[in-house]
């Protein structure tokens, strides 16, 4: 009778079921790896970087067109004076609202590394706002183009010049 007992209770032990602790780990690494994966494809940092652009773009294209709707009214491309001055034909007419810099953090930028530039001679303009997807890139508009380009700010005929043949895709 007791070894009945002994045998009842070893074998009552070995039909238990569960995980073991190598099942165990083995799942945890594996949502731990799926979840790098998943913040690494879907940074935020990222996504808001994309955003931004896409509203710098937009903002400029904006820009471009409130510039050729002047030339087209005024005969003449705005000055460089009449884009900042307040009071000017231009900026209460065609542009009421310059949009403000805004840094990759979505607040006011105040080392102007993401303002609107405004570049203007007589006979042709260009305006360009920095990139914040590539560093050494901006989003530039130029008349001859007819439409917003990315460009690469080599120095010589990057962002800030009014020459056409910048190196833009």
């Given amino acids: 009778m007791a070894g009945d007992v002994f045998v ?8 238990l079921t569960g995980f073991t602790l190598i099942e165990i780990l083995m799942v945890v690494l594996l949502v731990g790896i799926l ?3 998943v913040i690494s494809i879907v940074s935020p940092t990222k996504t808001q970087s994309i955003a931004r652009d896409g509203i710098r ?21 705005p000055t ?5 001055d307040t009071v ?6 065609y542009v009421k609202n310059w949009p403000d810099g805004v840094d990759d953090k979505g607040v006011f930028d105040p080392a102007w590394n993401y303002f609107y530039y ?3 001679s007589t006979d042709k303009f260009a305006i360009n706002v920095q ?16 439409v917003v380009k990315e460009c690469k700010d080599s120095g010589a005929g990057g962002c800030g010049l009014l020459g056409a043949n910048d190196t833009c895709n």
């Fill in 80 to 84: 460089d004076a009449e884009s900042s």
């Fill in 57 to 77: 773009k937009a903002n400029l294209a904006k820009l471009a067109s409130a510039v050729e709707s002047y030339k087209q009214a005024e005969g003449k491309y």
């Fill in 88 to 93: 000017s034909v231009f900026r209460t007419v």
């Fill in 8 to 15: 009842m209770l070893h074998n009552s032990k070995l039909n």
């Fill in 35 to 37: 979840t790098g994966i």
């Fill in 118 to 120: 405004y570049i203007a």
């Fill in 131 to 146: 990139n914040s997807g590539k560093t050494g890139w901006c989003f530039k508009y130029h008349p001859s183009w007819g």
